[in-house]
């Protein structure tokens, strides 16, 4: 429970799961019947850009800040604007109380659920640590659509699965103290899930530093039963040192239609806004897909071009 987010909100890894979270949220949008999302490690909500512990690392700027202008600078390109998903994303993040003049809040995973979903959605948002949890209440107290639970969220979903809307999304986005250990936790939490709840949306945040940690994880969820899994990925270091944070992902179980269609384009403008000292990558592909064996391991990688 050393972790705090504080440090890293607003970095590449942050972007790549937010923008997911939102397509994902849009897609459970389309149809009018409401939805709950549930989320099992959902950190204090939002975070101070300018906070001390922002500033010891930087990490937001090449993150989030190389796409507060994306048609300047040595990673503008001709057509370098945006794609819809992207600005409309980035929109929401400049919308947020504090914001007006430039981008000193980032808001978390909660917050940016709660100012996207609609008055008869909700959330389930589960955090272990006193203090964040204490800080998520307060931040979110007077909506009534969005509950705190200081507990663990793995354990939680037993509880909350299926959600009295019988759709929706559950976000699993760990700090990944335990390392390699916490695959198999959400391995074990995802296999009591499909089964409490065959029909939910799952999305799963992993960090990349040496892919053979996470291949064996990615094979599991290529034969672990969701009827379309997902994989979306963006590279900013090559994938072979423990020492830091190559890059990372997010599978996505039970994946909407099409939202394949609707990553790729965001997907290829991240990969060109977002790459520092060498050309950055990015993976979207199926681990596996209704009425088709999952494709063999590893996948071949996409790359995107400045």
Not at 186 to 214: F, M
Not at 247 to 275: C, V, Y
Request: charged residues 25%.
């Amino acid at each position: 429970m050393n972790y705090r987010h504080a440090y890293h909100a607003g970095n590449f890894a942050d972007v790549l799961k937010h923008v997911v979270l939102s397509a994902l949220i849009d897609a459970l949008k389309a149809k009018p019947t409401p939805f709950a999302v549930i989320d099992t490690h959902a950190g204090s909500g939002c975070y101070a850009l300018e906070g001390k512990e922002a500033e010891k690392t930087g990490e937001w700027r090449d993150g989030v800040g190389r796409l507060l202008f994306p048609d300047v600078g040595p990673h503008a390109s001709a057509g370098g604007t945006l794609p819809p998903l992207l600005r409309h994303w980035l929109d929401g993040l400049l919308a947020l109380p504090g914001n007006e003049h430039g981008l000193k809040l980032y808001p978390g995973s909660p917050l940016q659920a709660a100012r996207a979903l609609r008055e008869t959605d909700s959330a389930q948002l589960c955090e272990l640590h006193p203090e964040e949890a204490a800080r998520l209440r307060e931040l979110l107290h007077h909506d009534g659509r969005m509950h705190v639970h200081e507990r663990n969220g793995y354990e939680a979903l037993k509880a909350l699965l299926p959600p009295k809307e019988k759709r929706g999304l559950v976000l699993i986005d760990p700090p990944y103290e335990a390392q390699e250990a916490e695959y198999r936790l959400i391995e074990q939490a995802l296999k009591a899930a499909l089964v409490r709840w065959p029909t939910g949306i799952y999305a799963v945040w992993y960090p990349i530093k040496q892919r053979s940690q996470v291949q064996p994880f990615l094979r599991w969820l290529g034969h672990c039963g969701a009827r379309r899994v997902l994989r979306a990925e963006l590279l900013v270091h090559p994938d072979d040192s423990p020492l830091r944070l190559n890059g990372s992902g997010m599978a996505i179980l039970n994946a909407p239609w099409k939202l394949d269609d609707t990553l790729r384009e965001p997907l290829r403008a991240l990969a060109r806004l977002l790459r520092q000292e060498r050309q950055a990558e990015w993976r979207l592909d199926w681990l596996a897909e209704e009425g088709a064996a999952p494709p063999p391991s590893p996948l071949p990688r996409s790359r995107g071009r400045r």
